[in-house]
């Protein structure tokens, strides 16, 4: 018989950094290169940017790839979402260079960039049905960013291509989770991640 482990709340080590951007303070965990995230949130996209995030600071180069594993999602509502995000810098999207890719709890993939450096994520693309476990990769060509996703981390789909003018040298690389509680107050999403690289 299979046993589910839950994670439970403890400490992210060096070289891996916390940030939160919502009124609820985000809670992880991390085990053996496992990552859990607990976030609140209202919504991670256009006049929302709020989220919970593990980074490693000045890790995604100007070329590059960002691969990650979203293992299971619970809690909240249909729209919480987890995956992976780039930016200049994490802790103020507003530095440029910002995009993220995440698997939703039911509305499946979205590829959210931020188009004129302001920090809030204004190009989106994606749909289709959600599933978990759910590969994700960003790709970084300079300023040019393309998003994947599969099933097994072996067939990748292109989810979206998108330019990002602001962004420049070497940037944070993370994992990211919004509860996207709007309609749903108080409400926490819990996200697992069983697996995650940056690569040149």
């Known amino acids: 018989m299979d046993a589910t482990v839950t994670p439970v709340p403890s400490k992210v080590r060096p070289p891996y950094l916390t940030t ?62 987890a995956g992976i995000a780039v930016a200049n810098d994490l802790t103020a999207p507003e530095a440029g260079g910002y995009a993220v890719l995440t698997m ?6 979205e590829f959210l960039t931020d188009s004129d450096g302001d920090g809030r994520l204004d190009t989106w693309s994606g749909g289709g049905s959600s599933y978990h476990p759910a590969w994700l990769k960003l790709v970084r060509d300079g300023t040019v960013y393309t998003a ?34 709007l309609n749903y107050p108080g409400q926490t999403t819990t996200a697992v991640f069983d697996s995650f690289s940056v690569t040149e």
Not at 104 to 109: I, K, R
Request: charged letters at 15%; hydrophobic letters at 35%.
């Open 20 to 81: 939160a951007t919502t009124t609820e303070e985000g809670r992880y965990a991390e085990n053996g290169g496992q990552f859990a995230i607990w976030a609140g949130g209202q919504d991670l996209s256009g006049w929302k940017d709020e989220k919970a995030a593990v980074y490693l600071a000045d890790a995604a180069p100007p070329s590059g790839t960002v691969t990650a594993r979203v293992a299971g999602q619970s809690g909240s509502g249909p729209s919480a979402k």
């Open 104 to 109: 939703s709890a039911q509305f499946g993939l």
């Open 148 to 181: 994947y996703a599969s099933t097994d981390g072996t067939a990748w789909q292109q989810v979206g291509t998108a330019t990002v003018p602001s962004a420049s040298g070497t940037g944070d690389a993370g994992l990211v989770a919004s509860a996207v509680n």
